[in-house]
């Protein structure tokens, strides 16, 4: 069974970056499209960013091109790279193994000054 586990989240003010981490183990990483979501506070859990097996990326289209995902199979790692981030993007990051029920434990994300 794949298990997955979050890092990198925090506190960081207007503007600034964040580079979050998913590190899985078990099952096969790299036939899995996989994709990060994000719960804020209150809210429901909205999609952020998908990429496929053969990298194929569907971001959210609220990004306006702050976010990045990448993956790299043989370490069997997923990244999200967030840029310019502003206080809406608060929330509580997941990584995901679409089509399947496998989530990680979230990791979270505070934008304030």
């Known amino acids: 069974q794949v298990q997955l586990v979050e890092s990198g989240g925090g506190l960081v003010q207007p503007g600034g970056s964040l580079r979050l981490s998913c590190a899985a183990s078990?099952?096969?990483?790299?036939?899995?499209?996989m994709g990060w979501y994000r719960q804020p506070p209150g809210k429901q859990r909205e999609l952020v960013v998908s990429i496929t097996s053969e990298f194929r990326t569907t971001y959210a289209d609220s990004l306006e091109g702050r976010f990045t995902i990448f993956r790299n199979n043989g370490k069997r790692t997923l990244i999200l790279q967030m840029n310019n981030l502003k206080p809406e993007d608060t929330a509580v990051y997941y990584c995901h193994v679409l089509g399947r029920d496998i989530w990680g434990q979230g990791t979270q994300v505070t934008v304030s000054s």
């Open positions: 078990g099952g096969t990483f790299s036939i899995y499209t």
